[in-house]
């Protein structure tokens, strides 16, 4: 079965200082891995996608996650936090036609 | 958000009474999935259903009933056999990629 695990259920950051979320996987296949934005009281928008063609994936707003096969892991980074990135961004894996959230980070960026 | 809509934004339930949240898209998808989410616990996968007149349960299937009579539509029946049912309810759906797109959400609070 897949899973997720996001470390460190709150982050806080400074707007300017980078932004980085971590996320290790467990998957019986080659993955198809996902990072969601939440902001309150909306959907889920896709941050970007990993499905093989590159382990550096580049996604929307200045985000960018790196796949490690090695080290099971799919971390998020934004080299500069701005006031707008405050919400909750979800680590996903895909396997059998479903997906497999981790339990979220909820990020607050200061001013 | 853009082309999954849920109705209505906020519910108010009656202990006792089942009320149906609307899911309507108009990506062309084949797929369609419900999810439940509540605070700290990430999204859990009630129902999908992958074709018309097709669905399967997800992981927590119990006191939800689903149809799909139409490739637009996937509605939630929230029974009174749902004990917690108080939570943010999640609609996505997906084409021939596996990327899921999630709908604006629907608020359900049992008075």
């Known amino acids: 079965a897949q899973s997720v695990t996001q470390l460190d259920s709150h982050a806080s950051v400074s707007e300017g200082t980078p932004v980085l979320l971590r996320c290790n996987y467990s998957?019986?296949?080659?993955?198809?891995l996902f990072w969601y934005v939440q902001h309150p009281n909306k959907g889920l928008q896709l941050l970007l996608k990993?499905?093989?063609?590159?382990?550096l994936v580049k996604g929307i707003n200045g985000f960018e996650a790196e796949f490690k096969k090695s080290e099971t892991s799919f971390h998020l980074t934004k080299p500069s936090a701005h006031m707008s990135d405050a919400a909750e961004y979800f680590c996903?894996?895909?396997?059998?036609?479903?997906?497999?959230f981790g339990k979220g980070n909820q990020v607050v960026v200061i001013p | 958000d853009g082309g999954i809509t849920q109705s209505p934004k906020y519910l108010f339930r009656k202990e006792g009474q089942n009320v149906t949240l609307s899911c309507e898209q108009n990506?062309?998808?084949?797929?369609m999935y419900w999810y439940r989410q509540d605070p700290g616990q990430g999204l859990r996968l009630i129902y999908y259903?992958?074709?018309?007149?097709?669905?399967q349960k997800g992981d927590i299937a119990e006191g939800y009933s689903v149809s799909r009579e139409k490739k637009e539509s996937f509605p939630l029946t929230v029974t009174s056999a749902q004990k917690n049912p108080t939570a943010f309810y999640l609609c996505?759906?997906?084409?021939?990629?596996?990327?899921?797109?999630f709908g604006p959400g629907t608020r359900l609070t049992v008075l």
């Open positions: 996505a759906s997906a084409g021939l990629t596996d990327t899921q797109y």
């Open positions: 996903v894996v895909r396997g059998n036609n479903r997906l497999a």
């Open positions: 998957s019986s296949y080659s993955p198809s």
């Open positions: 259903s992958q074709i018309v007149n097709d669905f």
């Open positions: 990506l062309n998808h084949d797929a």
């Open positions: 990993y499905t093989s063609a590159a382990t």
